[in-house]
């Protein structure tokens, strides 16, 4: 099993563009969410999906979307980049009952 | 006021050395994580309890729900347990983990 799958790893945008980050689980788990992690912070959620056709905003949601595209398959989209979404961003999942979050490898973005 | 709060921010130990780290709530809850974040950024779950007392390896767990507080401990300490360890809660009413600031800790040969 490869866990948690993020792409890509690493990213630069400029401020305006758009871009999306991917998510993928092979554990077949219900829950995934998306996280961000900025110095002197602690994770903060962005958005979470509890089940397949569900999304809820979390703590910081203001200038992303995101798609749960299947089971599998948790997308998280910046419509417009900001500086302010300069972040080390990690997706999670955990399966139906169980607290146990597992954790992406992360993607680091910077946006100029 | 954060509604978890972590102790200390920084530690830096020597090798062998017996670490605890500390973590307070304030909120009502049913389960509480440790996790460890290596330098290479990848986080990885160590603990999860809900009461009294958890063991793996040379970690040790310990929560006190009366007090809203839970510590990580680390015997015979080893420059490769240098990382960030991170506490987080999970609510009582609600599906979603709040995270603490994390705890950064460095042993030294």
């Known amino acids: 099993n490869a866990g948690v799958t993020q792409t890509p790893k690493f990213q630069v945008l400029k401020t305006g563009q758009s871009m999306t980050l991917q998510c993928a689980q092979d554990?077949?788990?219900?829950?995934m969410y998306w996280y961000r992690q900025d110095p002197g912070m602690g994770l903060r959620l962005i958005y979470y999906?509890?089940?397949?056709?569900?999304?809820d905003k979390g703590e910081v949601p203001n200038g992303y979307n995101v798609s749960r595209l299947n089971k599998r398959e948790f997308s998280l989209r910046l419509e417009s980049a900001a500086p302010s979404q300069t972040s080390v961003y990690f997706c999670?999942?955990?399966?139906?009952?169980?607290?146990?979050?597992?954790f992406g490898p992360g993607t680091r973005l910077t946006v100029t | 006021k954060n509604e978890v709060e972590q102790s200390p921010q920084n530690l830096t130990a020597q090798e062998g050395e017996f670490i605890t780290i500390n973590c307070s709530y304030s909120?009502?809850?049913?389960?509480l994580h440790w996790l460890q974040q290596h330098p290479g950024g990848g986080i990885v779950s160590l603990f999860m309890?809900?009461?009294g007392k958890k063991k793996h390896g040379r970690l040790i767990a310990t929560i006190n729900i009366q007090e809203k507080h839970s510590s990580l401990h680390i015997t015979a300490s080893h420059p490769r347990d240098s990382a960030v360890y991170i506490c987080?809660?999970?609510?009582?009413?609600?599906?979603?983990?709040?995270f603490g600031e994390g705890t950064q800790l460095t042993v030294n040969p």
């Open positions: 999670a999942s955990n399966g139906r009952g169980f607290y146990e979050q597992y």
């Open positions: 554990m077949n788990h219900n829950s």
């Open positions: 999906s509890a089940s397949e056709g569900t999304t």
């Open positions: 909120v009502g809850i049913s389960a």
């Open positions: 309890l809900s009461s």
């Open positions: 987080a809660v999970k609510e009582t009413s609600g599906s979603r983990l709040t």
